[in-house]
């Protein structure tokens, strides 16, 4: 099993939708997680951070499964603005097993 | 405060030249990585670096060398260059890797090797 998962996609959906990703980790050891988000040919830039449960900021919630080891990306209301490649990341506090996802690619249509 | 900078933003090499990547962030940062990123995968640790004068190796570390001199930059070497190391690099740092830390990546640098 890969150490992250994460589907590929494209999704690709209206503008104002909600849309979801899914990300499944194999270290149990991890001990927060991060959701980043890469544009096209770009530096991948922290959009969120989940120590506990779950997180909100705006229109973004993260939510966290520890018994089953995944953690989701939820976006409201998608603008264009969110169309990029998202990626989870686990992060045991070590530096060797801050593992990155392969992302999963967003597409939002006008 | 231009975070993490790389240098050079593009490059084209011949197998077999060698070449050094350039990696300098000004936020006081202890931790230093280098990552290679390729289609369809994830981002690969290649070496990293937990203070000045100090290395490690990463997830795939063959083909590359490292040095931190200086506490700020952070250099990755090719001494040999191969087409599988044509790639998109990637440096980041950080401040320490807690779990409530992140890391601030640079703008990349591809690379193609011919």
């Known amino acids: 099993r890969k150490e992250v998962e994460q589907d590929p996609g494209p999704f690709n959906v209206p503008e104002g939708a909600t849309v979801a990703f899914n990300c499944t980790y194999s270290?149990?050891?991890?001990?927060?997680f991060f959701w980043y988000r890469q544009d096209c040919r770009k530096e991948p830039k922290l959009l969120m951070s989940v120590y506990s449960s779950g997180n909100e900021d705006g229109r973004f919630t993260a939510q966290l499964n520890r018994a089953s080891q995944y953690i989701s990306l939820l976006i409201r209301d998608s603008k264009l603005s969110d169309s990029a490649t998202y990626l989870c990341?686990?992060?045991?506090?070590?530096?060797?097993?801050?593992?990155f996802g392969s992302g999963t690619q967003l597409t939002v249509l006008p | 405060n231009a975070g993490v900078t790389q240098t050079p933003k593009f490059r084209v090499l011949k197998t077999g030249q060698s070449m050094t990547l350039l990696c300098a962030q000004d936020m006081n940062h202890e931790y230093m990585y280098w990552y290679r990123q390729d289609p369809g995968m994830g981002l690969r640790l290649i070496h990293y670096s937990v203070g000045e004068g100090t290395t490690a190796k990463g997830e795939v570390p063959d083909g590359y060398n490292v040095s931190r001199l200086k506490k700020q930059n952070f250099l990755l070497g090719l001494e040999s260059a191969a087409p599988s190391q044509t790639s998109v690099y990637f440096c980041?740092?950080?401040?320490?890797?807690?779990?409530?830390?992140?890391?601030?990546f640079g703008p990349g640098t591809r690379l193609l090797v011919l």
């Open positions: 980041a740092s950080s401040s320490f890797l807690g779990a409530e830390e992140t890391q601030y």
């Open positions: 990341v686990p992060n045991s506090g070590s530096a060797r097993q801050l593992t």
């Open positions: 270290n149990s050891a991890s001990q927060s």
